[in-house]
């Protein structure tokens, strides 16, 4: 089982661009979530998913889509790339009120 | 919404030493995950505590889950270089919820061999 996969690893955007940040699981776990991470901060809620075709807001949703049209996938999308949004993304799965298991993470940086 | 709370922020400590992390929630904690993270790495899972008063041990970490005090902490014995890195504490805020869990800030260790 590969787990929580995620890609790209590195990522270098133009302020403006847009790009998706692609996350795959291989446990069938209901749950999936995406946070970011920056110094100091912690990890902070973007947008989660209790199941496919159902996603909610987090934390700090604002500049970031998302969509789950899978239980294996939950993509991130930023529409208009902003220098805010370096950061290092997360992906993260769980099946209930279980262990949350991470992703290696999506290192982005927005000039 | 919750917060966590995480001290101290850094801690340096010599091989051998023993250190504790500690995590204050503002609100009861239902479910108390620590994990740990080596920089440019993701999130590894460490341990789960759901009761009140329950300590759990791996190798040479405990945690122990306060619930009157609504707090928990991480005790490393005989601290290694293996053991750097950032710990991270997150907890479930409603009993029973599946959402995501909230975290704190982090606690960055160094281990001086």
């Known amino acids: 089982n590969a787990g929580v996969t995620q890609t790209p690893k590195f990522q270098v955007l133009k302020t403006g661009q847009s790009m998706t940040l692609q996350c795959a699981q291989d446990?069938?776990?209901?749950?999936m979530s995406w946070y970011r991470q920056d110094p100091g901060m912690g990890l902070r809620l973007i947008h989660y998913?209790?199941?496919?075709?159902?996603?909610d807001q987090g934390e700090v949703p604002n500049g970031y889509n998302v969509s789950r049209s899978t239980t294996e996938d939950f993509p991130l999308r930023l529409l208009s790339a902003a220098p805010s949004q370096t950061s290092v993304y997360f992906c993260?799965?769980?099946?209930?009120?279980?262990?949350?298991?991470f992703g290696p993470g999506t290192r982005l940086l927005v000039l | 919404s919750q917060e966590l709370e995480q001290s101290p922020q850094s801690l340096i400590v010599q091989e051998g030493k023993n250190l504790t992390i500690n995590c204050t929630s503002s609100?009861?904690?239902?479910?108390l995950y620590w994990y740990k993270q080596k920089y440019g790495e993701g999130l590894i899972f460490l341990m789960m505590?759901?009761?009140?008063?329950e300590e759990k041990s791996h190798e040479k970490i405990t945690a122990k889950l306060d619930e009157k005090k609504q707090q928990s902490s991480l005790h490393i014995t005989a601290s290694q270089p293996s053991h750097a890195g950032i710990y991270l504490c997150?907890?479930?805020?409603?009993?029973?919820?599946?959402?995501?869990?909230?975290f704190g800030s982090g606690t960055q260790l160094t281990v001086l061999p």
């Open positions: 993260a799965t769980r099946r209930g009120a279980g262990t949350q298991y």
């Open positions: 446990m069938n776990h209901e749950y």
């Open positions: 998913s209790v199941g496919a075709g159902i996603t």
């Open positions: 609100k009861t904690l239902y479910g």
């Open positions: 505590l759901q009761k009140g008063g």
């Open positions: 997150g907890a479930d805020g409603q009993r029973g919820s599946a959402r995501q869990l909230t």
